[in-house]
Every structure is written in C-alpha cells, then in structure tokens.
C-alpha cells in the first residue's frame, strides 16, 4: 500500500460545526488531492495541491478549504459542516500529473446530522 | 463537458463465468484511462493505464482494452475473491489539468 493515512476513519458532526480531515503521506509525491465519493456518482475532485502552499480547485470545491504547510501533510476543511457534505471522503496522491496514476488513502466516512 | 460511464452498475456472475465490464468516454485530448478496483470500506487501488486505441493490458484474470470511445474490462473465469466495484477514470486536455475525471463503477459479484 502506499503510504498514505487518513484521520479520522469516521466522524459523526453537527450542521454549522467547523471539520477538519488530515491526510499523511509518506511517498514524498509533490500531488496531492481530495475527493469526495458519494453513491451514484463516481469520485469527484474537491481540491488538489501541486507543492506547498499551492492548491486550486476542482470540480466541487465550494463549502471546502485546503491548506498544505508541508510535503507530506493536507488539509481539508469544512468552514461549516451542511448535511450534503455528508459523504466518504478520499486523500490520494501521485507523483507526476501527467498520465500519472492516483493511489488512494482508505477515506474518512463524513457525518452531518 | 468530459463525461465517463460504466455499464452495467451491476454485476453478478458464477465463479467461472466470463464477462466485460464497459466504460464510455467522451472527452476531448485523452491522455490516459485508467482501471482501479475498490473493495467495501477502502480506497480505490489502481490496476491499469491505457494510453491508445488498440492498446491492451493483462493482470492474472483481467484484461482491459481500449478504443476511441470506451474501454473494456474483460474478465476471464473470475473467482469469488474478484468480487469489487471498478472504477474507470479519464485524464484529458492539457498536462497542467489533474482532473482525473471518474465513471460511477461497476459492482462486481462473483458467487462460488
């Protein structure tokens, strides 16, 4: 597996809380991605980081900020949970962009009540 | 708009069974397709990365193809242990673009 380690594994949140989701890597890879993956749909981009402190976003990116201070760790942040982000939630990285395969953390399982 | 779909959304075979799994693609300057199979409560793995039409990758039972429009997952007397959704994906357009873009998979059962 790659070295790659989502925290928490499971998080149950009130609408309105502040969430934060970490995710580690150890492949020193200089890309790094969040996606959300919800039933119905495949897995859609939240944001991406290319080095630290550079990200952009994606394709669903509104309610979400990214931070990354260092190589091996990025953020995600909820400013304030809603209920549809209620979702599993995905860290990948690779080490180049193009034609580079994406390897894939095991996922956070998000909870808005 | 790049889209990917996977049909069918789901699938149950017989151990032994052989079948394919499809995945379209309309996507403008395709620079890869990729395979990945997902077991219940953990991230996709990747299996495979097409970069043409006529191009062919073999591992152990799965074979994935590609054409200009979509890609095949062919698998080859699956076994129980076969049983996951895949997942296809797309990457298009300029090398600057890290969207990999997702189909929605293909639930695989193989039962014994």
């Known amino acids: 597996d790659a070295g790659i380690t989502q925290s928490p594994r499971h998080k149950v949140t009130e609408t309105g809380t502040p969430v934060t989701l970490r995710c580690h890597q150890t492949?020193?890879?200089?890309?790094m991605y969040w996606y959300r993956q919800d039933p119905g749909h495949g897995l859609r981009l939240i944001h991406y980081?290319?080095?630290?402190?550079?990200?952009d976003k994606g394709e669903v990116s509104d309610g979400y900020s990214v931070s990354r201070s260092k190589t091996e760790d990025f953020l995600l942040t909820l400013e304030s949970a809603t209920s549809s982000q209620t979702s599993v939630y995905f860290c990948?990285?690779?080490?180049?962009?193009?034609?580079?395969?994406?390897?894939f953390g095991n996922g956070t399982r998000l909870t808005v009540t | 708009e790049d889209q990917v779909t996977q049909s069918p959304e789901a699938l149950r075979l017989q151990e032994g069974e052989s079948s394919s799994l499809n995945c379209s693609y309309t996507v403008s300057g395709l620079r890869g397709l990729f395979w990945y199979r997902q077991d219940p409560g953990k991230g996709p793995e990747f299996l495979f990365t097409?970069?043409?039409a006529g191009e062919e990758k073999e591992k152990e039972r799965l074979k994935a193809t590609l054409t200009k429009k979509e890609s095949f997952l062919h698998i080859t007397a699956p076994k129980p242990e076969d049983s996951a959704t895949y997942l296809c994906a797309v990457q298009a357009g300029q090398p600057n673009n890290n969207d990999m873009r997702f189909g929605a998979g293909t639930r695989l059962t193989v039962k014994p």
């Open positions: 980081s290319y080095g630290v402190k550079d990200t």
């Open positions: 990948a990285i690779s080490g180049g962009v193009y034609n580079s395969p994406l390897h």
């Open positions: 492949e020193n890879h200089r890309y």
């Open positions: 097409l970069y043409s």
